[in-house]
């Protein structure tokens, strides 16, 4: 019987630590670089307006598995097309409200916007060349249709 409550205060004492780190940012779930603004329902449309013609969208949560293994590739895409286009970080749990506006039903989720408007998406989490080759040749066909 006390070795039960000892593996269970073990347990519990390991779990607390845990939640300590992840709520001063040392944990896994700190899913935004140094190119990607987090931003919730209430900033989002600030963030949207001040981050220029193309921005991509990064549906997640701090819960999702696949959504902190895209962390790096997000952040990579970022930082190789920082010239080109903005990354906001969108929460599903801080943001429900935008992530319900862009139907975003499951993550991790990215959506290219040009001017606000949404031009294309993809769901679950992609290799660095490819995301970067769906929005760049996104940009392409979108600056080539602007001459039409």
């Known amino acids: 019987m006390k070795k039960d409550i000892v593996i269970l205060l073990v347990i519990v004492g390991a779990f607390a630590l845990v939640q300590s780190f992840n709520f001063v940012g040392i944990g896994t779930n700190n899913r935004v670089g140094p190119l990607l603004k ?12 001040a981050s220029g013609d193309w ?4 549906f997640w949560a701090p819960w999702c598995g696949s959504c902190l293994g895209f962390k790096p590739i997000i952040n ?22 935008t992530a319900s506006y862009f139907n975003v039903s499951a993550i991790p989720t990215v959506v290219l916007l ?19 080759d769906w929005i760049t040749s996104t940009q392409q066909a979108t600056s080539a249709h602007a001459y039409d």
């Open 76 to 97: 990579q895409t970022a930082e190789s097309l920082k010239d080109s286009i903005k990354v906001l970080a969108v929460n599903v749990d801080d943001a429900p409200g």
């Open 55 to 58: 921005v991509l969208l990064d």
């Open 114 to 132: 040009y001017q606000g408007r949404e031009m294309d998406r993809r769901t679950g989490s992609l290799p660095a060349p490819v995301l970067e």
């Open 38 to 49: 987090q931003t919730t329902d209430d900033t989002f449309q600030e963030n949207l307006r």
